[in-house]
């Protein structure tokens, strides 16, 4: 079956943009994550949704971080005044309920100019 | 909050050799250690995991062994093929809010 799609596959902004990153988890999956990762490091950990709520969002690095889940499936991950330091690759995951095995997508490539 | 070190940073086997990567982790509580392999450009794939009430677990050439008391976990794989080479990282997580927390990844190199 279709695996964690993420879309744009990279996106380029100037810095101040806003910018939307989507995620579409598979198919039944009720948990969701975000995670960020920078270049030769391990991902880290932004927030968790179980459903339509972000159960957990203690990753989230200040107020200009904020994602949504409206319908329990498809997220967006919505970052406002980027910075050149919110460069990365921001990851979805998803899960289906009761496990804890996380699924990957390929990733968003963001580069802030 | 929890930690975990990954050694070594690169690594590099000769084909047909074993490759072995550590992790420790800092939170008695974490209870389920997953491993994945990230390819350039892609997405982290999940290759195997272990729950802290297993000491071992083995599939075909990987095999992932966790000593609780130590507070460590290890991948090993055997026969290493040129398809390995990849980065791979190892995760901690705890029931109670499935968020892992990675190492910062092995990058395995195999030598033809």
Redesign the interface.
């Known amino acids: 079956g279709a695996g ?1 799609s993420q879309t744009p596959s990279n996106k380029v902004t100037e810095k101040g943009k806003y910018v939307e990153l989507r995620c579409d988890p598979i198919s039944g999956h009720t ?1 969701l ?1 975000w ?1 960020r990762q920078s270049l ?6 932004l927030i ?1 949704f179980q459903g339509t709520g972000a ?2 969002d ?2 989230l690095p200040n107020d200009r971080f904020f994602a949504v889940r409206p319908e329990g499936s498809v997220s967006t991950l919505k970052i406002q005044r980027t910075e050149r330091g919110d460069s990365a690759v921001y ?1 979805c995951a998803s ?1 289906p309920t009761g496990s ?8 968003t490539r963001l580069l802030v100019l | 909050g929890e930690n975990v070190e990954q050694h070594p940073s690169t690594l590099s086997v000769q084909e047909g050799d074993s490759a072995v990567i550590k992790c420790t982790y800092s939170d008695s509580a974490s209870n389920y250690f997953p491993w994945y392999k990230q390819e350039l450009g892609k997405g982290p794939q999940l290759i195997i995991d272990i729950r802290s009430n297993v000491g071992e677990k083995k599939d075909q050439r990987i095999a992932v062994t966790l000593n609780k008391t130590a507070k460590h976990f290890s991948l090993h794989i055997t026969e290493t093929q040129p398809e390995d080479s990849a980065v791979y990282f190892c995760a901690a997580s705890r029931d109670s809010n499935y968020q892992l927390i990675w190492g910062a990844g092995t990058k395995l190199i195999i030598k033809p």
């Open positions: 964690v948990a994550y995670y030769g490091q391990g991902p880290e950990f968790y159960a957990d203690s990753g990851l899960s804890e095995t996380q699924y990957f997508g390929p990733g």
